[in-house]
């Protein structure tokens, strides 16, 4: 398996790692079961992602997903960051080897579960916004997570 | 620093077993079937390699038949052993649930065609009793399989107890000593085994040659069908170059092996004291006793093996894992799973394995740099938080 120079350079040196005292959207996804979990912090001010921390246990794809996922969002409306896909971690890695796609989808997963849990607080509804419950990506055979 | 501490996986062709090889990609390329003297030069430097595995070994050189790989060795005892008995026997095997992929997954497809299979479960060290396998003994038991010595975690099973009660019950017994083999001393007529496989790769020979040790009387179906190569028994053109390199590499890996287990096993508990004495929160997955001299596996709680490996990698050192993520399998291994670690314990382990090559300087230089590796990743780990937090 070989990862490319971008997925090594996010993963040697992972931009925004650490918590957010004043976060005002947390979320966790994965499972340690399956060997990968991710919390995303967030600060959002007027619906405007102004900063944004990860912690991450998991394999060298996992936190290079959830740096590059950080590093898409940060800077971007609510709305603007639910748009971003699993495709578009992959792309800016410039890809990843076919068993680590789940990495990528957790990615996506940990961004919705944090603007989840911050819409929450603010009263909203995030299914309004397109946000489903967030699932491992269902490519793990190792635990019943997803309960499918 | 470069550290090479995988050598459970492969080691490194020794100059010596290179030089030993050299004629066989030059003058000495006659295929050892014919009559004319081209041919009687490899057929000699064949006998001769047959005898220095069978030295090595403790048996007759007419009981070593070469292969590919151990792999190969590990299919041909199983299947040949268990086609051929079965209609005398019966269509019961017994294993342990740690085995090497090519046991398990032969004995897979075995049992597709009908085979029933026991694996019998180790404790928590990773070792099975002579008292389980006389347990799960049947009257229609064809073959016990139980592996010498375990690739992952190093334990040594009591080959020589479980191979008398085989005896006593009339039951061949095979075992993979691919682990083994120039690493401790493996003696067939000690451990009473009728099938024993080896792998000259593991101790640095080159890759694509094995060895399959058959008792005299003992007569596994062939795998493939062809010329009459190997007495009949193994067709197809010998690899005359692996198979010197297979003979002289376990000739030196015998001679000096009082002498290399000695400076391996005070390598891996150097490792040992100082992973444990640097590292808080780690368990060691190798045995206390009964272990290969040069396997340290151990799990760093909260943080993931294979971030660990690309790290270790970044500073020069080879190593492997058990996680789930590094060998690209959904689950972590089944050897860790198998000795009861929890899941997330087991995607956290790292396993060295080191050979006489290996220096204290080396072992010294991973225990600078390990636990750093170790603090960093656990720095990015919200389980570690979560852990220190339980602890407050």
Redesign the interface.
């Known amino acids: 398996?070989i990862y490319s120079a971008k997925v090594?350079d996010h993963?040697?040196n992972?931009r925004n790692?650490g918590?957010l005292a004043d976060a005002n959207g947390i979320g966790?996804v994965g499972n340690?079961?399956?060997?990968?979990?991710?919390?995303i912090y967030l600060k959002i001010d007027h619906d405007i992602i102004t900063d944004v921390k990860f912690?991450?246990?998991?394999?060298?794809?996992?936190?290079a997903t959830s740096s590059m996922a950080t590093e898409l969002i940060k800077g971007k409306s609510v709305k603007e960051a639910l748009q971003m896909t699993n495709k578009a971690v992959i792309e800016a890695l410039d890809g990843l080897?076919p068993?680590?796609i789940h990495c990528s989808v957790l990615a996506e997963e940990a961004v919705q579960a944090a603007i989840s849990d911050y819409l929450v607080k603010k009263g909203e509804n995030p299914a309004d916004y397109g946000i489903k419950a967030p699932h491992c990506g269902g490519?793990?055979?190792?635990?019943d997570h997803c309960g499918e | 620093m470069f550290v090479y501490a995988d050598n459970a996986a492969t080691t490194k062709i020794d100059p010596e077993v290179v030089q030993a090889m050299m004629p066989a990609f030059g003058e000495l390329y006659g295929n050892p079937s014919t009559i004319y003297s081209k041919g009687r030069e490899a057929k000699e430097a064949v006998e001769k390699a047959r005898e220095q595995v069978a030295k090595a070994i403790n048996c007759r050189p007419s009981e070593i038949y070469f292969t590919s790989c151990g792999t190969e060795s590990d299919n041909w005892a199983i299947r040949g052993i268990a086609t051929r008995y079965a209609a005398k026997k019966g269509k019961h095997i017994i294993t342990t649930n740690i085995e090497h992929h090519a046991v398990f997954e032969c004995l897979k497809a075995l049992e597709k065609e009908g085979f029933e299979v026991t694996y019998l479960p180790v404790d928590e060290e990773g070792f099975v009793t002579p008292e389980q396998v006389k347990a799960a003994l049947r009257p229609d038991t064809v073959l016990i399989t139980i592996m010498t010595a375990n690739n992952e975690i190093g334990s040594i099973q009591p080959i020589e107890e479980i191979a008398a009660v085989a005896k006593s019950h009339g039951v061949l017994i095979h075992t993979d000593a691919v682990q083994a083999v120039g690493h401790i001393p493996v003696d067939v007529q000690k451990m009473g085994v009728d099938l024993l496989s080896l792998s000259g790769h593991k101790f640095h020979a080159p890759k694509g040659v094995g060895a399959l040790y058959v008792r005299r009387g003992v007569l596994p179906d062939n795998l493939m069908n062809g010329g009459g190569q190997e007495r009949n028994r193994r067709p197809g053109t010998e690899n005359i170059a692996g198979i010197i390199g297979l003979g002289a590499a376990i000739e030196k890996a015998t001679a000096n092996l009082e002498q290399d287990m000695k400076h391996v096993a005070f390598l891996r508990d150097r490792l040992i004291d100082g992973i444990l004495k640097t590292i808080p929160k780690c368990k060691i997955n190798t045995p206390s006793h009964d272990r290969l001299p040069g396997t340290v596996n151990v799990s760093v709680k909260h943080i993931e093996g294979e971030s660990m490996l690309l790290l270790l990698d970044m500073n020069g050192i080879c190593a492997t894992s058990g996680s789930a993520c590094a060998s690209g399998d959904l689950d972590p291994s089944h050897v860790l799973l198998a000795i009861g670690l929890p899941h997330e314990i087991a995607h956290g382990s790292v396993r060295f394995s080191f050979c006489a090559d290996n220096t204290v300087e080396e072992i010294d230089y991973i225990l600078d740099v390990f636990p750093k590796i170790a603090q960093r990743l656990r720095e990015m780990s919200p389980l570690w938080d979560e852990a220190n937090q339980d602890e407050n």
């Not at chain 1, 912690?55 to 936190?63: H, Q």
């Open positions: 398996m090594m993963f040697m992972p790692v918590e966790e340690p079961k399956c060997g990968d979990i991710m919390k912690k991450t246990f998991g394999c060298g794809a996992a936190v080897p068993v680590k490519s793990c055979s190792c635990c």
